[in-house]
């Protein structure tokens, strides 16, 4: 071999390059025809084999129903009976109905995600065996002496004394160690090399990668998240238990209701809560005005939301008591004054009171006053130092998120998805404490500041100021509550309609009920239950100007659905010890005030069915407080009232009333109170007809958008629905059926206008709708209606706003998870319904059955005009003016490709309003129904400008939609057992083509761009990849294969910089690598070796010029990326090519790719080997195979790997020179240079030659982290391979590849070494000082010596010509106090239990690693010694036993190696003693150092080897050669004396004693 040689220049190593320089290696193969090939090749196959690792199952996307979970027992659904318009009945079938998911059935079955998500197996540490290491035993005499990593233990002497003496032996007089059996009878060869192997095999883990630290998932893109189920929104929830409420004096029945202000929003933010702790007593006072009692108004605990917390939030306690005749401050004044424990005449006032309030009770029940109330701020109680980051959290919940970062990203949703699935291990509101509230004074209500407005206001003060407490008159009393955090399964609780909430016991009498939000902000989370609630707020009333009579004023408030007076409906919410509903509500009573200021609540279930008779009806009355004879208790006043409904439409908002003073006139509820017109006789007003009574009306539904675009929308998509009566009213248009079309063109395209909450909270109905108009072609008056584009077109402006909303959040991949949830668990095909055609025209009875058309396809040179505008006009930046016109042409040419040959059979348009019934049906061609997923795709083909833009920026969206309406298609039209050739029709593969080719066009243009648009590229690309990954689940495998190679093609000829492009393709690939069929869409079964040699050279041997020679070609190309390979395992070798590609270019930037190429490969083995399906033997034989052309590509990138015996340690130390130090960070060492450069082993020992010396390309190093993940994909190649394989390669392989093969064993060993017990304790320094002062007087003496054994003693020390071999370098074994070991125990804070179980993983990782290589030396010897080459390898060999011996290992690591070096020493003693001496000196230097072991498993076998190894050097070498076998025997007595005062002296001593007995 010339040293010179040089390996052929690529053109990829430049950092630029066009796609004419591109080698012809990076070009994507033709792939096979997948589905021919597939079954050809399946009669030929192990039927066994095929069903243990899974066919494809024709039915692997399994289209289920998953009932939808319900919070509470029954789902929320309107009253009984009701009548229900299109709309209500759309909603409640939206909310109701079951959850439409597309399983992978075989997707996710392994172990691999579990271990991928939890890092390891819990069961893992039970099953592995516990390894021993050198470094970790410790003999405990009168000191704890530890060892390095690396080196043998340096222990004192017990006795303290440092110089030791022959007269310490006496080697008679001890016990020697049993030794081993057989040892001194003659073997045959093979007998030992077979007896070898089986106990290497024996008690060997499966499994390589459970022992592996996962590397960082930062490049994982294969993941895509499952969104998150929709559900109901909770906030944090508090649980307000009211368990006492005592005054002085017990007199009367009081009332209590609760409910939350936020001060600094100045808003309500909750409902009230209503009740009360009465005795049966005073229960007894209201019983003629109390009906019934039913359980629900029983409730004493309350459960609050906080989507928002906040220190300004208060929980306000108002109390109120039976009206009676008096001021608020009279009627208290008892309170303050009297005291029950007095006696005296403070009792004998105190019954008084009482048989007045039983008598005011018995009157005037129905009635209340204000009485008192009490703020309770919640930031007493709130964690303040964490309030802030959970309000974060609480936005990113909410759907708020502002941040583009992936990783912050992904934190993100990982705690959305942990709050919102409720973990047990979370609490829900960390923020607040459990905790007793106990009140002891209440604020007296004043009559003239009632209104919430005040009570904001006083709160304010009261938190700015603590004087104001005392301002103000205060009642002494007692309130006692418990405030802690909500489970979210909490028993026997009651949702806000008063349903029963999961789990609820029957023999519960007393439940907690929910209290409604009324949130600060936004909360953007779609409807997902039926809820149809309204709140009226009396606020004010301006009664000055009337009679005296209008004093204590109280307001009945009832809810009509007619004007008789029995058409009150009992849908207002009952209080505390009531029924759940009643007819009416009459408001407190402020004594004697002719404008009183409300504060009620009034709360009403809304009918599902509202007619323009549905109103709200608000009499107003005088209430007489004292007894008179024949007198009223109530004296009438006037009335008011508010329609329910105006133009259809909810009425929400302040309202200023007028009062009416007579009595209402017939058919007043059609109107509004300020706007009836005059009656006869006229109705006399108060004020004029001005508005004297304020009220405000607000509503919680998921029935009523409450936005115009929407209302209007729904409106007229169901006047298309039903058969309606023209004109329709919508809001103040009335709608002619001819105009209903341009109206409802018009009322999708402002869709899009809507505000983004009620849009977001009716998000699943209006896309459900929209994809219903896009596949319902209608017939309005006779003429044929198509809003396909129109629909589509609002769609795509729909995602656009959610994608750029700050509000809403999105996942690692950029997807709205919103949209994310709809597509997943709500989408599903729109129901085609043949029969809906407006009637309205005289030729409407003469239409086909059906009219079917197709919106939008147009001619191949329309479609490519309008594309390059689209283009020109949107681009970000339009000074590129060259690369838009690349784009451009290349655009056109895509479109006119792939539509110019169908455009005539399958164009067709839409039919203008004012075109006839014939024309439309003759010009296009109609078909019989239409596909959704054929519409859908179609549209994406024809659309133009912002929306085309839109469609590929957001194209993940439309792909996901697309496959799963694919799959429900396949699956409704029993599709599964059909060819997939003949599943989809030639037309939408076409369609799907061109959407791949031109998204593709599409990523390339924006690589191109800034920063922002190249992270949107990405985007866009991930999103085609699992496009296509899903798409190898329903179509023609080929087909997808050649959109594959399209793809990788397009993107090499479009892209200038070489790591962009592979950083691009990598993650595409990876993502298509992560299907859950790869391996059978590799064809990993059919056998590799029986695809033709391949013409052309493959990439490993474009580096090696002595493939040729290679014995058997078959064998070889299973090594090598061929195009055969690579046509058979298409998505393999791409892969393999891309990570060929990474390793040999050397462009900026190209470190991170080549990690995103090692990590995929790594990813891909991992699952492999943790999958159940190849658990089997032969299985994981076959899946190696697979990836046998990884070994060439490792071996071509030998000088870029990481050289562990320098950075770790085996070179210099941390604290060596500057010169040491440049010379450890040279990465790889001389021997390694001049190995690849064609030296033998056994010449590396006395070349004189330096790296620089060898014209070797200069190549990037990988980090270590890097080059561990590559090489531990080698070993578990070479572990689960076939072992016969591997000989016959090995035994053709040329010395240069033969000589790779060693030194990547080599590097092997220390890259995986034992590292030691991270948490074991400091080594003493007073021990390490004694310790080196000994060894440094032992090795000054015996390094004077001349001759044999000072040259022996210096090759100790630092082995000449090997800088593999610095390990007993003095700088790390004798300071190892300041290795980065100490420093990494220092900077970690682990357990000793994950401590314990990270030496355990590490230890069997480094005994299996060292095991795998072990294996792969057995079988070159085996391979070479057939092959009679082994002058060649035994150097090599012997080195990489020698650097084995050097490291720490485990006694079960050991004891095989010691076997293997014994079988080694009866099979080649000869050549090991005349030819490899300096290697066999090595040997019997680590030999000698393992006898004198304090483990006895290490010492017999070491003793065991050394007595081999002396008596067949014997027996070979003083026949012949006398003389030096005198000299080498007096070089090796120094170094065994130095061992022996470097170890225990039981060790020794014992090792002496067994050596003496042989």
Partial sequence: LQPTEQLPQRSIST???????????????????????LMMQLNNLDSDLLQELGDFPEDDLDVAFTPKEHRTLQPSLP??????????????????????????????????????????????????????????????????CQAGPRHLKILCDESGRTTLTSGDFDLRSLQPDPRLTNLLQHINAEDFERQNEEARQSNRPAELFVLYPGIDEEDAVEIRPVPECPKEHLGNRILVKVQALKFEIEIEPLFLSLAL???????????????????????????????????????????????????????????????????????????????????????????????????????????????????????????????????????????????????????????????SVGSEDAPTTPTFKTTTITINTFFKQEGDRLSDEDLLKFLADYKRSSSLQRRVKSIPGLLKLEMLPAPEALPCCLSTELLQVKPFPENRSRPHKEVLEFPVREIYVPHIVYRNLLYVYPQRLNFANRLASARNITIKIQFMCGEDPTCAMPVIFGKSSGPEFVQEVCTPVTYHNKYPDFYEEVKIKLPAKLTEKHHLLFTFYHISCQPKQEACVETLLGYSWLPILLNDRLQTSQYCLPVALDKLPANYSMHSAEKIPPQSPPIKWAEGHKGVFNVEVQAVSSVHAQDNHLEKFFTLCHALESQVAFPIRVMNEKITEATLEHELKLSIICLNSSRLEPLVLFLHLVLDKLFQLAVQPMVIAGQTANFSQFAFESVVAIVNSLHNSQDLSKDHHGRNCLLASYVYYVFRLPEVQRDIVKLGGPSSGSLPESRYYTYGRTSAVSVGSRLLKSRATSCSNPDIAGIQSATDEEITSIMSSRVADRCYSRMSYYSEPSSNIASACTSPRPSTKKHFHEELALQMVVSTGMVRESVFKYAWFFFELLVKSMAQYVHNMDKQDIPRRSRFSDRFKDDITTIVNVVTSEVAALLVKPQKESEQAEKINISLAFFLYDLLSLMDRGFVFNLIKHYCNQLSNKLNTLPTLISMRLEFLRILCSHEHYLNLNLFFLPSGSAPTSPSPSLSSQNSSSCSSFQDQKIANMFDLTADYRQQHFLTGLLFTELAAALDTEAEGISRVQRKAISAIHSLLSSHDLDKSCRKPEAKRKVAALYLPLIGIILDALPQLHDFTVSDGRGKGRTGTLDEEQEAANPISQNIALAIAGNQFNVLRTSGSSVSTVPYKQANILSPEITRCLLICFLWIMKNADQNLIKKWISDLPSVQLNRVLDLLFICVPAFEYKGKQSSDKVSTQVL???????????????????????????????????????????????????????????LDKTKAEFDQEALLSGNLATEANLIILDMQENIIQACSAADCRDNLMGGVLKVLVNSLSCDQSTTFLTHCFASLRTLIVKFGDLLFEEEVEQCADICQRVLQHCSSSIDTTRIQACATLYLLMRYSFSSTSVRYPHWYQSQTLAAQPVFVLSLFSCQTTGCASSAAILQGL
């Avoid at 950092?15 to 033709?30: H, M, N, R």
């Fill in 261 to 419: 202000y936020d001060i600094k929003e100045r808003k309500k933010i909750s409902e009230n809560f209503h009740c009360d702790l009465n005795s049966e007593q005073f229960k007894g006072f209201l019983r003629m005005h109390t009906p019934c009692i039913d359980s629900s108004s029983q409730s004493r605990a309350a459960v609050f939301s906080i989507t928002y917390p906040s220190p300004d939030i208060y929980l306000v306690v108002k109390i109120e008591k039976v009206l009676q005749q008096g001021e608020i401050g009279d009627c208290a004044e008892p309170y303050m004054v009297l005291k029950e424990s007095e006696g005296g005449k403070s009792k004998d006032k105190i019954e008084k009171l009482k048989a007045q309030a039983e008598t005011f009770c018995q009157r005037l029940g129905k009635y209340r006053m204000p009485f008192a109330w009490v703020p309770i701020n919640l930031a007493n109680f709130f964690n303040m130092s964490t309030l802030e980051r959970e309000v974060a959290e609480s936005e990113v919940l909410n759907g708020r998120s502002s941040t583009g970062d992936r990783r912050t990203m992904t934190m993100q949703t990982r705690r959305l998805s942990e709050r």
């Fill in 1329 to 1387: 000082q004694k310790s080196r002062d000994v060894k440094a007087r032992l090795e000054e003496a015996l390094l004077r010596g001349e001759g044999a054994r000072g040259e022996m003693m210096r090759r100790c020390r630092m082995p000449a010509g090997n800088d593999r071999f610095p390990g007993l370098n003095e700088n790390l074994r004798w300071k190892r106090e300041q290795t980065h070991w100490r420093q990494a125990n220092e900077r």
């Fill in 15 to 37: 950092p630029g390059f066009s796609s004419s320089s591109l080698p012809q290696f990076y070009d994507a193969v033709e792939p096979v025809d997948f589905e021919g090939f």
């Fill in 79 to 144: 009253e009984e009976g009701a009548e229900l318009d299109l709309h209500v009945r759309d909603c409640v079938q939206t909310y109701i109905r079951d959850w439409l998911v597309v399983n992978r059935k075989n997707q996710g079955n392994n172990e691999t995600f579990i271990f991928k998500k939890k890092g390891s197996r819990r069961d893992l540490h039970k099953t592995l065996q516990k390894q021993t290491f050198e470094s970790e035993i410790s003999d405990y005499s009168d000191t704890n």
